[in-house]
């Protein structure tokens, strides 16, 4: 290998160099780092956005759901059939057995902490009927829930864990949102919360408000969601109960129902259709099972209605296909009381109108016991305004209306 001598004339004049940062080398190389460390101060910048905020600020107070739910199921002795036949029923007799078998289904879901004492908001469909609740938190900890009350009707269900200190969400209000504007959906979409004790974060916009729709339940009743916030954020299974939040980090709605053609046997993932329940009529309900545990909707109205359909219209006459027509009205029944009469065609409920069968249902099933409805009717061509007290449901006669 070839060897360079020492040369001091070239040593002096490097150390020279080396000696005046703004004229030499090293004044490059300081002004090379200032710019790339601004760069990165950029870029940094840059990332720490209006989203990135909000969910910093937010994500503490989710939490995710695992429940256990008891159920029982009746089946019948298969030999029932056997002995049914009239040889064996002479000596025998007649014989028929039911029999109950409980078993256990395990779901999850998402929620939100309202308080720092441990108050926690989900979905009645998630956490209901459970017979066991355990809550996730971010920090990893979990803790046993008891159900402090719960509304199949709209689908709300309020928590307690024990403990203080927690971290907790604040409401916007649902009254003011705008179309368009950002919309930041937390949960638990297929248990993912349990893999590091974090959320989900998916980002859209509020699509569309105040879509009110009902949604019969495996339990036999209708679920009533009213106002309801659409969004495009990706809603999967899981994510019911969690917060959907404002760019400000906070609370407008809880993720509930999605539209989905996108199923396995895990769930049903987004396709950009998803509701949130407005937080205004979350509050409204949760502060109530807060002191009362419940709210009785145990009333009937003893009419049956159908829709106007063009044969419908022909056959009684009617000059427009707007509205539902009173079909039937039992004896004695708060309809009859309130002068109901079949032919009667409702237009409005306490001056909503009603231009389809479910904006009647909306109305009449989101209300409560010993509630007056002002029914508006259109009879022989003329307006009533007529009030229908909602009674106690009898206990004998299958009534169902």
Known sequence: MKQFKY???????????????LNGMAGFFTEDSRIARQADDEITSSRQNTITKAVKLCSPAVVGINVTETRTQYYRDPMDDFFRDPFFEQFFGRRSRTYKQDYE???LGSGFIISSDGYILTNDHVAGNASKIVITLTDGSKHDATVIGTDPTTDITLLKIDGSGFPALKFASSRDLEVGEWAIA??????????????TVTVGVVSNTNVSFTQADDGGFDRVYRDMIQTDAAISSGNSGGPLVNASGEVIGMNTVIYSTATSSRGAGSIGIGFAIPIDRVQSIYER??????????????????????DVKSYYNLKSNTGVLVSQILAGSPADDAGIEP?????????????RDDDLNIAILDAELHQTLLIT?????????????????????GVKN
Do not use: C, Y
């Open 186 to 199: 937390f949960g638990n979409p297929f248990g993912l919360f349990d893999n590091n004790a974090k959320p």
């Open 377 to 397: 009717v259109l009879r022989d061509g003329r307006e009533k305004v007529l009030s229908l007290q909602l009674k106690k449901r009898p206990r004998s006669g």
């Open 7 to 21: 040369h001091p004339v070239i040593a002096a004049f490097l150390l020279a160099i080396a000696a005046h940062p």
């Open 105 to 107: 289904v395990r779901s």
């Open 289 to 310: 099972l807060k002191s009362k545990g419940t709210i009785d909707r145990d009333f009937w109205t003893g009419m049956k209605v159908t829709s106007i359909t063009e």
């Open 343 to 355: 032919g009667d065609v409702i237009i409005a409920v306490d001056g909503l109108p009603t231009l």
